[in-house]
């Protein structure tokens, strides 16, 4: 079974930037759809980001992010990236790395089997 573990969260200023990690464990991360999510407190879990095929070419973003977050992948290193650019208060949140098996990108979070655990992204004004 794959397994997630994001790394990278942290505090930051406003306008910083930051970059977050994701190490997946598993033969299906090569051929698997991954994606990035968020939870801020007393918020439900919403889309950020996220990425499939091979070559990475194939991302999606959230209208909020989009102009500032980039999400990467290396096949390599079975690991994924967020590098998040002007962070804002407002993307303060929990950020859950997921994956699923096939590789249709997606953005729902049900269609997501595997969860990382969470890292903490803190953005003070």
């Known amino acids: 079974q794959v397994q997630l573990v994001e790394s990278g969260g942290g505090l930051v200023q406003a306008g910083d930037s930051l970059r977050l990690s994701c190490a997946a464990s598993g033969r299906t991360f090569s051929a698997a759809a991954m994606g990035w999510f968020r939870q801020a407190p007393g918020k439900e879990r919403e889309f950020v980001a996220a990425i499939s095929g091979w070559s990475g070419s194939n991302t999606a973003y959230a209208d909020l992010v989009k102009d500032r977050f980039t999400i990467s992948r290396d096949n390599a290193k079975n690991t994924i990236y967020l590098k998040m650019n002007s962070l804002k208060p407002e993307d303060t949140a929990v950020y859950y790395c997921?994956?699923?098996?096939?590789?249709?990108?997606?953005?729902?979070?049900?269609?997501?089997?595997?969860w990382g655990q969470g890292t903490q992204v803190t953005v003070s004004s």
């Open positions: 997921s994956g699923r098996r096939q590789e249709l990108l997606v953005r729902e979070e049900k269609a997501y089997e595997y």
